[in-house]
């Protein structure tokens, strides 16, 4: 299985288990139950992603590419305050780091995650978006 079907069959093993409307409800880290939603964009063209690499001279990591041609950005385990996870549409470029982990709302205060992009989003789904 390459990265991309692994990818894949976590993203359809998730949804799997939202209702119609793209919610859950999950049991947190503090053993809260709490209903959480998901929202998954439209892939981003192989041409939005060249030309976004042409115009900001970056080379976007395999895996990263991956995941925008199956999803251009994503929210998932957002809850009520709006706490959750987001993957940035190609649209709003960032740094180099694009696996960042923020504990407060000072983005100076941030955790380059050292992993690949397959390996968060299956340790995070199966944390039920709790930090790992």
Do not use: C
């Amino acid at each position: 299985m390459n990265n991309n079907d692994a990818i894949i069959s976590i993203l359809e093993e998730l949804k799997s288990k939202l209702n119609a409307n793209f919610e859950t409800t999950i049991i947190d880290q503090w053993g809260k139950t709490r209903k959480v939603t998901f929202t998954f964009n439209e892939p981003a063209s192989i041409e939005k992603i060249n030309r976004f690499e042409k115009e900001f001279d970056w080379v976007l990591p395999k895996d990263y590419k991956n995941i925008l041609l199956i999803h251009n950005g994503l929210d998932i385990f957002e809850d009520e305050n709006g706490s959750g996870f987001e993957l940035y549409p190609i649209e709003e470029k960032g740094d180099n780091n694009y696996l960042i982990y923020f504990d407060s709302d000072d983005a100076d205060e941030h955790i380059v995650l050292e992993m690949n992009f397959e390996q968060w989003l299956e340790k995070f789904i199966n944390s039920n978006g709790a930090y790992f």
